[in-house]
Nanobody, 127 residues
């Protein structure tokens, strides 16, 4: 497993931006498919975005396309989530995760297939 640590969360006003980071403190992330999930109070954890390990193909929850961008820097052992035009409904704890075996777009959206998780970072968007 890879040890993941998220950072970059905080309080932002509606329409603002945040950039989340997910760093590995152990194994290199270059051979892992990576994903971002979020969990709002009283709701189930949901898929936000994913990025493949070899092609860097990116996948997004449909409603977030155009506002969120996932990227990775294997040399820095870090994955990012750029979030723009934030809305109050984006308020949640955001988690990054790594997986060794994701074979389809659907696989990226299923949190049960990820092997390693970070502790989460809180994002709060005020109205």
């Amino acid at each position: 497993q890879v040890q993941l640590v998220e950072s970059g969360g905080g309080l932002v006003q509606t329409g603002g931006s945040l950039r989340l980071s997910c760093a590995s403190s152990g194994r290199a992330i270059r051979r892992y498919a990576m994903g971002w999930f979020r969990q709002a109070p009283g709701k189930e954890r949901e898929f936000v975005a994913g990025i493949d390990w070899d092609t860097d193909n990116a996948y997004y929850e449909d409603s977030l396309k155009g506002r969120f961008t996932i990227s990775r820097d294997n040399a820095e052992n870090t994955m990012y989530l750029q979030m723009n035009s934030l809305k109050p409904e984006d308020t949640a704890v955001y988690y990054c995760a790594a997986a060794t075996r994701l074979f389809s777009v659907f696989d990226f959206t299923y949190d049960g297939l990820y092997d390693s998780w970070g502790q989460g970072t809180q994002v709060t968007v005020s109205s």
